[in-house]
């Protein structure tokens, strides 16, 4: 079955265009790891909870909006050595994949509020 990684992202909301290019040049670098698609979303209905939502989640502040993204890979074996790869790259400057160099590629964002996670799925319906 396949294995997923999950997102939540504050960015600036004047930032929109800048994350969609971000995204769109680095994200591909996952493809070429082996995950099956990428999918980055754009909140467009995303209430105030209660006690938690996902603004709470990431901090977000009243200029900013959430990016709600995954990563589907075939099987948690392709995603680890994916991200074995991508913590090699991050470790060494000299061999970062130019599409995450943050001198060419900056993120639109302030990644330490970027939240994320590993997941099995556990039940799966429709194509």
């Known amino acids: 079955m396949s294995y997923i990684d999950g997102f939540v992202i504050a960015v600036p909301t004047a930032n929109k265009q800048k994350f969609i290019d971000h995204a769109n040049t680095a994200d591909s670098m996952f493809v070429d790891m082996g995950a099956t698609r990428v ?19 990431v901090k977000a502040k009243d200029d900013e909006s959430v990016v709600f993204s995954w990563i589907e890979w075939p099987d ?7 991200m074995a790869k991508l913590e090699a ?10 599409r995450m160099d943050p001198k060419k590629n900056p993120m639109p964002f302030d990644g330490k509020r970027l939240i994320f996670g590993g997941f099995e799925p556990v039940v799966s319906l429709g194509a």
């Open 89 to 98: 790259m991050m470790e060494d400057p000299d061999e970062v994949d130019p």
């Open 76 to 82: 948690k074996a392709t995603r680890d050595a994916g």
């Open 39 to 57: 999918i980055e979303c754009w909140q467009d209905d995303v209430t105030e909870g209660k006690a938690t939502d996902f603004r709470k989640a």
